[in-house]
């Protein structure tokens, strides 16, 4: 803007400082800049006293090779003569024939590199910053670039900025500060923000990801602290409450950290379900004819000691680390199958000791009635 601001004042100056003093054309009545063919002499800073100055330059003769073989120069001091530059430095304004404006500044013999303040690619119809319509009050803007391939464009509705691939067929292909249904965000994709993936947020703090309509692919609702997951924005539907957390792969339900991190799902309350199903190896090796079974004392000693059957966790264990209850199930039907045996065992010896019993009956028996018949023979 200061370079604009800049050209536009020497120009004025120029006109204003020389226009009474040099007559190009008298016979239209107007008059003109001079300008001097200096095309092989090479002017530094500090020959040209305070003024406005008009030259023909070869681009070999000051520098600016910008295409063609000449260019224009218009030479501004604004103060001193000689090499007295207290007052500032002396600009020059080059014209070349690629429709190019160029800029630069020296003092006493040096000037400085020239640098371009206008190209001919500002001019051109594919890179520009335009209005729709010429009230600007109901402008819509655009800044195009590459032809009609990209381009940014600023609504007059107020509906964000949109980034185009196909330009004005595209408004909506990526658009920040988009609005739907009460929310505004980010939009992706095409037009129709109803059926566009995009990230949308109300005023409250609440919404997420959008995937089409209001479907959501993730839904936070900061009012009432739930994340839902699939569906619509309602908390019956997929939903993460407040309280828990997604921690290391592990969902954690009731309670936002782990005394064991082993367990992908850690509940802090009652579960409910209609069916379980665990994996689980089963015991049938207690039937083993390789089995060991511990004998029946053994056990007794290890339960006084202990207070618990061997294999089975403790209670102060319990407490600590809870019960799998694969493995604890795998325990308890090994201890059935273990008492199993130990109820083989026992009935066995149960029936050897009733046939003993019977035996000594009948042997009572028959004494009995021995004796009876000697106290019979007596008499």
């Known amino acids: 803007m200061r370079k604009t601001l800049f050209l536009f004042a020497c120009l004025l100056a120029v006109h204003y400082s020389w226009s009474q003093t040099y007559s190009l054309a008298p016979s239209s009545g107007q008059n003109g800049f001079a300008v001097y063919d200096t095309r092989s002499t090479v002017y530094e800073p500090q020959d040209k006293n305070m003024g406005v100055y008009g030259d023909f330059k070869l681009n070999t003769t000051d520098g600016l090779t910008d295409g063609g073989t000449y260019n224009g120069v218009i030479t501004f001091r604004q103060y001193g ?4 530059f207290s007052g500032g430095l002396s600009h020059e304004l080059g014209f070349t024939d690629n429709n190019n404006i160029w800029l630069r500044s020296g003092s006493f013999a040096s000037w400085g590199t020239w640098t371009e303040l206008w190209s001919s690619g500002n001019l051109n119809k594919s890179n520009f910053i335009n209005k729709e319509n010429q009230n600007y009050y109901q402008a819509n803007t655009w800044l195009q670039f590459n032809g009609n391939n990209y381009g940014l464009y600023f609504p007059e509705s107020g509906s964000g900025i949109h980034l185009a691939p196909n330009f ?4 909506g292909s990526f658009q920040i500060d988009g ?8 939009l992706f994709g095409a037009t129709n923000a109803e059926t566009t993936p995009n990230i949308m947020f109300d005023g409250n ?3 997420g990801v959008d995937y089409q309509g209001n479907i959501w692919g993730f839904y936070y609702d900061l009012t009432n602290n739930y994340l839902a997951i699939g569906g619509t924005n309602n908390a019956a539907t997929g939903s993460l409450y407040a309280g828990g957390a997604i921690f290391n792969n592990n969902v954690l339900i009731g309670k936002t950290s782990q005394t064991n991190t082993s367990y992908k799902l850690d509940v802090n309350g009652n ?3 209609d069916q379980v199903t665990v994996n689980a190896t089963g015991a049938d090796y207690v039937f083993d004819s390789t089995y060991h079974l511990p004998p029946i004392n053994s ?8 207070h618990h059957l061997p294999g089975v966790s403790s209670a102060q264990q319990m407490k600590k680390d809870g019960l799998s209850i694969g493995d604890t199930e795998m325990q308890l039907l090994q201890k059935m199958e273990e008492m199993t045996l130990y109820m083989i065992k026992m009935n066995k010896k149960l029936q050897a000791v009733e046939m003993q019993v019977n035996g000594l009956k009948s042997m009572n028996k028959h ?3 021995e004796i009876k018949k000697l106290k019979a023979g007596e008499k």
């Open 271 to 273: 579960i409910r379900a």
């Open 299 to 306: 056990l007794s000693k290890y339960i006084n000691k202990y």
């Open 168 to 171: 004005i067929s595209s408004y």
């Open 205 to 207: 703090g609440n919404g």
């Open 81 to 84: 003569i000689g090499t007295d």
């Open 367 to 369: 004494l009995n009635t």
């Open 179 to 186: 609005s739907k249904n009460g929310y505004t965000g980010i």
